[in-house]
C-alpha cells in the first residue's frame, strides 16, 4: 500500500518570482503613493523633488560626453 502526501498548496514564494530590484521599485513606489495620498502638503514637495531629479539626471545624461 502506497502512502501518498496532499499536493501542497503552493504558496506565494512557489509561483511569484521576483528579483530585489523590482521590489525595492514596488516599495519605493508605494512610499511614494502614500505620501501623496496621505499627506496633501508633502505632495507639492514629491513632485518637485521627483521633477528636479529629473531635469538633474536629463542634464547630467546630455552634458557628459
Do not use: C, N, Y
Request: proline share 6%.
Amino acid at each position: 500500500m502506497k502512502h501518498h502526501e496532499p499536493a501542497r498548496h503552493p504558496g506565494v514564494f512557489r509561483v511569484m518570482q521576483v528579483d530585489s530590484e523590482f521590489t525595492g521599485i514596488l516599495v519605493a513606489l508605494g512610499f511614494v503613493l502614500l505620501a501623496i495620498v496621505g499627506l496633501p502638503p508633502a505632495k507639492w514637495f514629491v513632485s518637485g523633488a521627483a521633477l528636479m531629479g529629473v531635469l538633474v539626471a536629463l542634464l547630467l545624461r546630455f552634458t557628459r560626453r
